[in-house]
């Protein structure tokens, strides 16, 4: 059975950072393309961040520059790194791995989802 379980979201103030981690079991992370994904009341779901299975990476245009998407072979685990946050990244963000067809940062890329961390910056 697939898991995957994100952590490290919480509150900020603006200019502040945070990582996020997602740990997956039931597969293996290096082997999929994996994301990041967030979704803010009223709003469509969102890719902000991707790391496909061989080392390309791709950021949305509001991130790019502030956010660094990695991840840990060894440990199975995939991070988000966020500075410089802003209000307008309060959401919830989601972890995805998957290997299908289409747009890095579409969601029809990805097959498996986690339930989400808490993102709110102040300002």
């Known amino acids: 059975q697939v898991q995957l379980v994100e952590s490290g979201g919480g509150s900020v103030q603006a200019g502040g950072s945070l990582r996020l981690s997602c740990t997956a079991s039931?597969?293996?992370?290096?082997?999929?393309?994996m994301a990041w994904f967030r979704q803010a009341p009223g709003k469509e779901r969102e890719g902000v961040a991707a790391?496909?299975?061989?080392?390309?990476?791709s950021y949305a245009d509001s991130v790019t520059g502030r956010f660094t998407i990695s991840q840990d072979n060894a440990k199975n685990t995939l991070y988000l790194q966020m500075n410089s946050l802003k209000p307008e990244d309060t959401a919830m963000y989601y972890c995805?791995?998957?290997?299908?067809?289409?747009?890095?940062?579409?969601?029809?890329?990805?097959?498996?989802w986690g339930q989400g961390t808490q993102v709110t910056v102040s300002s």
């Open positions: 039931g597969l293996t992370a290096s082997s999929y393309s």
């Open positions: 995805a791995a998957g290997g299908g067809l289409g747009w890095i940062l579409g969601e029809e890329m990805y097959d498996y």
């Open positions: 790391l496909v299975s061989g080392g390309s990476i």
